[in-house]
T-cell receptor
Framework: ETGVTQTPRHLVMGMTNKKSLKCEQHLGHNAMYWYKQSAKKPLELMFVYNFKEQTENNSVPSRFSPECPNSSHLFLHLHTLQPEDSALYLC???????????FGQGTRLTVV | AQSVTQLGSHVSVSEGALVLLRCNYSSSVPPYLFWYVQYPNQGLQLLLKYTTGATLVKGINGFEAEFKKSETSFHLTKPSAHMSDAAEYFCAVSDGVDSNYQLIWGAGTKLIIKP
């Protein structure tokens, strides 16, 4: 248990659906991240938030829309996804002044 | 940090044998180095880390790693493999702790334990 909680753990959605992934941490961390982990591909950093401000967007398609209402919560809004977006989506957070990230359990997303 | 290379996408060892997972990195500054473990359909869990000081660092589950600056390596070892060690292992490096530094990840090594 890392203190980073992701919901739901599993999600199946059609290509026309809209859904959201949620991440929550009460560790006092001010940086939060979304990663995508696909089979046989390296871990891909999608978005970075520092103190609720988005500081990095690694050329992620607009069908993925992040939201960080406060330092404890992070969302990833999904709409009109493609089957190739099926993956494990991982949220992580980091304490200021340290380099290591703490990960949630991930959301296994399947787009049908 | 510019890159992290993990040699071998799969490593197979017998139960009770030595585990050695290799990680090499490139960085122009003293790096912060990490090993994470991931069990199936789970998130990544920190195994151990090197920041400063002693170059041999011990982590959870009996794992340890040694930072060798001259070889730009941070290999992960465990003297005796257990069936529960079967998982994927990721090496990561960061050039700093400021918010503008991000972890750079290796591609991962899947550890298979043979009974």
């Amino acid at each position: 248990e890392t203190g980073v909680t992701q919901t739901p753990r599993h999600l199946v959605m059609g290509m026309t659906n809209k859904k959201s992934l949620k991440c929550e941490q009460h560790l006092g961390h001010n940086a939060m991240y979304w990663y995508k982990q696909s089979a046989k591909k390296p871990l891909e950093l999608m978005f970075v938030y520092n103190f609720k401000e988005q500081t990095e967007n690694n050329s992620v398609p607009s069908r993925f829309s992040p939201e960080c209402p406060n330092s404890s919560h992070l969302f990833l809004h999904l709409h009109t996804l493609q089957p190739e977006d099926s993956a494990l989506y991982l949220c992580a957070s980091r304490l200021p002044g340290t380099a290591e990230a703490f990960f949630g359990q991930g959301t296994r997303l399947t787009v049908v | 940090a510019q890159s992290v290379t993990q040699l071998g996408s799969h490593v197979s060892v017998s139960e009770g044998a030595l585990v050695l997972l290799r990680c090499n990195y490139s960085s122009s500054v003293p790096p912060y180095l990490f090993w994470y473990v991931q069990y199936p359909n789970q998130g990544l869990q920190l195994l151990l880390k090197y920041t400063t000081g002693a170059t041999l660092v011990k982590g959870i589950n009996g794992f340890e790693a040694e930072f060798k600056k001259s070889e730009t390596s941070f290999h992960l070892t465990k003297p005796s493999a257990h069936m529960s060690d079967a998982a994927e292992y990721f090496c990561a490096v960061s050039d700093g702790v400021d918010s503008n530094y991000q972890l750079i990840w290796g591609a991962g090594t899947k550890l298979i334990i043979k009974p």
